[in-house]
């Protein structure tokens, strides 16, 4: 049987620090994703709420959001490096842009902008589920 717990404060063992539960939800990622784009069409390491729809080419994802977001103007962040890299401490540009409420586009390249693929993206979703 399941069981359901109502408060609308949270607060740290002292009593102190409270936050509303509101924050605590609008404020956690809706998906996430570690993506390892160098091995061949891209493996996840770890994901939540996310898997892999499309390898468009060299450096460049979409991901499917399982649990679909409440519209596409939701924010994407995204990360990428290549720690074989020591010239650039294995720094890439990234970036993520919602494709619609149930993917998001992740693509990484080089300083120059060309697009690379690296053992280590990821992409942050935030914003509301429907």
Same mark, same amino acid.
């Given at each position: 049987?399941?069981?359901?717990?109502r408060?609308?404060?949270?607060?740290?063992?002292?009593?102190?620090?409270?936050?509303?539960?509101s924050?605590?939800?609008?404020?956690s990622?809706?998906?996430?994703?570690?993506?390892?784009?160098?091995?061949?069409?891209?493996?996840?390491?770890d994901?939540?709420?996310?898997?892999?729809?499309?390898?468009?080419?060299?450096?460049?994802? *979409?991901?499917s959001? &399982? #649990?679909?977001m409440?519209?596409?103007?939701? =924010?994407?962040?995204?990360? @990428?490096?290549d720690?074989?890299?020591a010239?650039?401490?294995?720094?890439?540009t990234?970036?993520? *842009?919602?494709?619609? &409420? #149930?993917?998001?586009?992740?693509?990484?390249? =080089?300083?120059?902008?060309? @697009?690379?693929?690296?053992?280590?993206?990821?992409?942050?979703?935030?914003?509301?589920?429907?």
């Amino acid at each position: 049987m399941a069981s359901e717990l109502r408060v609308n404060t949270l607060k740290d063992a002292s009593g102190n620090n409270s936050v509303a539960t509101s924050t605590v939800a609008q404020g956690s990622a809706k998906a996430w994703v570690n993506l390892n784009m160098a091995s061949g069409d891209g493996v996840i390491n770890d994901s939540f709420n996310c898997s892999i729809q499309t390898d468009h080419g060299t450096g460049r994802f *979409t991901l499917s959001i &399982t #649990s679909s977001m409440v519209n596409s103007d939701y =924010a994407v962040t995204a990360s @990428a490096m290549d720690p074989t890299e020591a010239s650039t401490g294995g720094n890439r540009t990234a970036d993520g *842009t919602p494709v619609n &409420t #149930s993917a998001m586009y992740i693509r990484a390249a =080089a300083y120059d902008n060309t @697009a690379n693929d690296v053992p280590a993206a990821a992409g942050v979703a935030h914003g509301d589920l429907a």
